[in-house]
């Protein structure tokens, strides 16, 4: 059973920061690609930023590359996603995901998610 728990959203003012983590159970998450997505109202699920399967390298979303960062702790178990520099457009709910797979921007793909958290940017 794998669980994906994130914490860490809220309310910031615009160019303001937030820290998301993912603690995960169930796989050991340095063996797989982990991933964030985020859903804003009446939007899709899009691709926000992940690890390679090697955890070697990692991806972003043009919107965010260079403003979020993508790391983890393999001794927590844990995923985390550092926000700087917020924007309103960053508003959403944001999710964590695992995929067994090889591909990691593609949300259908993964096949763990976990129940969100709301980031919410005002200007």
């Known amino acids: 059973q794998v669980q994906l728990v994130e914490s860490g959203g809220g309310l910031v003012q615009a160019g303001g920061s937030l820290r998301l983590s993912c603690a995960a159970s169930?796989?050991?998450?340095?063996?797989?690609?982990m991933g964030w997505f985020r859903q804003a109202p009446g939007k899709e699920r899009e691709f926000v930023a992940a690890f390679s399967w090697s955890g070697s390298s990692t991806y972003y979303a043009d919107s965010v590359k260079g403003r979020f960062t993508i790391s983890r702790d393999n001794a927590k178990n844990t995923v985390y996603l550092q926000m700087n520099s917020l924007k309103p457009e960053d508003t959403a709910v944001y999710y964590c995901a695992l995929t067994t797979g090889v591909a990691p921007k593609r949300a259908p793909l993964y096949d763990y998610w976990g129940q969100g958290t709301q980031v919410t940017v005002s200007s």
């Open positions: 169930g796989r050991t998450i340095s063996n797989y690609i």
